[in-house]
């Protein structure tokens, strides 16, 4: 067993536990964070995502060991604003367009919009149909249109 600090959602926590162990767990198991959904455990249906500095990674396929002092880790429970708790564009965007099913997927989906709409805007440009292609979070309720409706209102809030 080894401490791992790191930041989650904008607090500093510290876990004992085995290097191998995948973030996933010790978000959902040891941090009580159950945002992040497991799928699959392989970085394949991305039920899972969530931020690591920024960008979009699936926790299920991260041992703990990788993830380092500095490294800030933002799951759905983190988006919404600290100081007021209104929700993130992104989260009113798909309550406005209904996308949700069973729900299942929404977080990771949510996280992964996030990030693509943020990148999209780092390289100077709007979300764009090739940027659909490239989010690979899968929905077996099949809501892809929906989603894709949202991701574009919210863009335009974001």
């Known amino acids: 067993m080894s401490q791992h600090t790191f930041t989650v959602n904008g607090k500093q926590v510290t876990v004992d536990t085995d290097d191998k162990v995948r973030l996933l767990w010790v978000l959902r198991d040891l ?3 159950t945002g992040p ?3 699959c455990g392989i970085n394949v249906c991305k039920a899972c995502t969530s931020h690591i500095n920024g960008k ?3 926790p299920c396929s991260v041992p703990v060991s990788a993830i380092g002092p500095d490294d800030e880790i933002t799951t759905i429970e983190g ?3 600290p100081a007021t708790g209104a929700l993130h564009p992104m989260q009113e965007a798909w309550l406005e367009q209904d996308v949700a099913q069973c729900g299942y997927c929404q977080p990771g989906q949510i996280m992964a919009a996030i990030a ?3 990148q999209a805007r780092s390289e100077g440009r709007e979300i764009s149909d090739a940027d659909f292609d490239e989010i690979r979070n899968i929905c077996r309720c099949g809501t892809y249109s929906r989603i894709r409706d949202a991701v574009r209102s ?3 809030k974001m």
């Open 154 to 156: 919210a863009a335009a």
């Open 79 to 81: 988006i919404a604003d």
């Open 31 to 33: 941090l009580g964070i």
């Open 56 to 58: 979009a990674f699936n």
């Open 116 to 118: 693509k709409v943020k």
């Open 37 to 39: 959904k497991y799928g």
